[in-house]
């Protein structure tokens, strides 16, 4: 992949439903300047305000990351931003007609596609990239959570996922170039446990659920009456439990494709730095919240690190 800053050559839209709203919308992608970095517009509110995809407009992390400014909201802006990083993509303006991302299958299959459809332009100048003389790290003991990120040439990623289900078990997933994102990474779905489903369905958390955006894990025992009440709130069909405690509304991509999905979060979050990284990032028991905390830890490193460069002048 060039040093040079690219951009899409063209406009290109992907349409469908918020997970947490349930509203049909549409996102724009449009080709943008350099140095301009990734940024979202809501073209449904007055004065179409625009905001920064960076680490400092994070708003929430509850089930998605949020950005927010002056009041207004972008939810679920992970798996565009994923999808922009995996591709190259340095500059683009994301114009969204609803406060929420298409969440289409829970991947980011969909805006690669997207973007590979507008082509990619390579722009005149260079790319700017965070690098690192010594390794950063947040952690949370109790909660076995750490993230770090040591120096290297290029951006690779690894992520152990192990939520204490018996039916996810331990799983890792490592991404060792970025060029491999679209093949390895992309195509990888959200995933939640049956539990928290039907509580986040009753308390109308997750209005766009359809049980095709997400793969389901059975970690307690349930009846075929209790997933028939569920099938009935999706208005699907019976779903019955397959042998490797997965709902049988899909067939999994990869063995370990929770834990994918979990490093294209990782992904998405951290390229709210706005610039590439070169830099190995480990992350044990990742999510948003710690992700982008993990973002804030770095951030505030390098500026500390210029200022005190300024300062020895
Ligand atoms: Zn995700």
Same mark, same amino acid.
């Given at each position: 992949?060039?040093?040079? #800053?690219?951009?899409?050559k063209?406009p290109?839209s992907v349409s469908?439903?918020?997970l947490?709203?349930?509203?049909?919308?549409?996102l724009?992608?449009?080709?943008?300047?350099?140095?301009?970095?990734?940024k979202f517009?809501?073209?449904?509110?007055?004065?179409?305000p625009?905001?920064?995809?960076?680490?400092?407009n +994070?708003v929430?992390?509850?089930r998605?990351?949020?950005l927010?400014l002056?009041g207004? %909201?972008i939810?679920?802006i992970e798996?565009?931003?994923?999808?922009l990083t995996g591709m190259g993509v340095?500059?683009?303006?994301?114009?969204?007609d609803?406060e929420?991302?298409p969440?289409?299958?829970?991947s980011?299959?969909?805006?690669?596609?997207?973007?590979?459809?507008?082509?990619?332009?390579? #722009?005149?100048?260079?790319k700017e /990239?965070?690098e690192?003389?010594?390794?950063?790290?947040?952690?949370?003991p109790?909660?076995k959570i750490?993230?770090?990120?040591?120096?290297s040439?290029?951006?690779?990623?690894?992520?152990?996922?192990?939520y204490?289900?018996?039916v996810?078990? #331990?799983?890792?997933?490592?991404?060792g170039?970025?060029?491999?994102?679209?093949? %390895?990474?992309?195509?990888?779905?959200?995933? +939640?446990?049956?539990?928290e489903?039907?509580?986040?369905?009753?308390? =109308?958390?997750?209005?766009?659920?359809d049980? =095709?955006?997400?793969i389901?894990?059975?970690?307690k %025992?349930v009846? #075929?009456?209790?997933?028939?009440?569920?099938?009935?709130?999706?208005?699907?069909?019976r779903?019955?439990v397959?042998?490797?405690g997965?709902?049988?509304?899909?067939?999994l991509y990869?063995?370990?494709?929770?834990?994918?999905h979990k490093?294209?979060?990782?992904?998405g979050?951290?390229s709210?730095l706005?610039?590439?990284? %070169?830099?190995?990032?480990?992350?044990y028991?990742?999510?948003?919240?710690?992700?982008t905390?993990?973002a804030?830890?770095?951030?505030n490193?390098?500026?500390?690190?210029? /200022?005190?460069?300024?300062a020895?002048?």
């Amino acid at each position: 992949m060039s040093d040079k #800053q690219k951009t899409i050559k063209k406009p290109v839209s992907v349409s469908g439903k918020g997970l947490h709203t349930g509203k049909e919308g549409t996102l724009t992608m449009v080709p943008a300047p350099e140095n301009h970095g990734i940024k979202f517009k809501r073209t449904d509110i007055d004065g179409q305000p625009v905001i920064d995809a960076h680490i400092t407009n +994070v708003v929430a992390t509850d089930r998605g990351t949020t950005l927010g400014l002056n009041g207004y %909201k972008i939810y679920t802006i992970e798996h565009v931003l994923a999808a922009l990083t995996g591709m190259g993509v340095d500059n683009a303006l994301i114009e969204l007609d609803m406060e929420e991302i298409p969440i289409k299958d829970g991947s980011s299959k969909y805006f690669v596609e997207a973007i590979e459809q507008a082509g990619i332009l390579e #722009q005149n100048s260079f790319k700017e /990239y965070i690098e690192l003389i010594k390794p950063i790290s947040y952690e949370i003991p109790e909660k076995k959570i750490k993230l770090e990120i040591e120096p290297s040439d290029h951006f690779s990623v690894t992520v152990v996922v192990d939520y204490d289900s018996r039916v996810l078990g #331990q799983q890792i997933a490592r991404l060792g170039r970025i060029e491999d994102f679209k093949a %390895k990474i992309a195509p990888c779905r959200t995933f +939640v446990f049956l539990h928290e489903l039907e509580f986040l369905l009753k308390n =109308n958390l997750i209005k766009g659920g359809d049980l =095709n955006n997400a793969i389901v894990f059975v970690n307690k %025992k349930v009846t #075929q009456e209790e997933l028939d009440y569920l099938a009935d709130l999706f208005n699907k069909p019976r779903v019955k439990v397959k042998k490797d405690g997965i709902l049988n509304n899909l067939e999994l991509y990869f063995d370990n494709e929770p834990a994918r999905h979990k490093l294209l979060d990782v992904i998405g979050d951290l390229s709210l730095l706005g610039k590439s990284i %070169k830099g190995h990032v480990t992350a044990y028991r990742p999510g948003h919240q710690v992700n982008t905390e993990f973002a804030k830890v770095i951030y505030n490193h390098i500026n500390n690190y210029a /200022y005190d460069k300024r300062a020895t002048l």
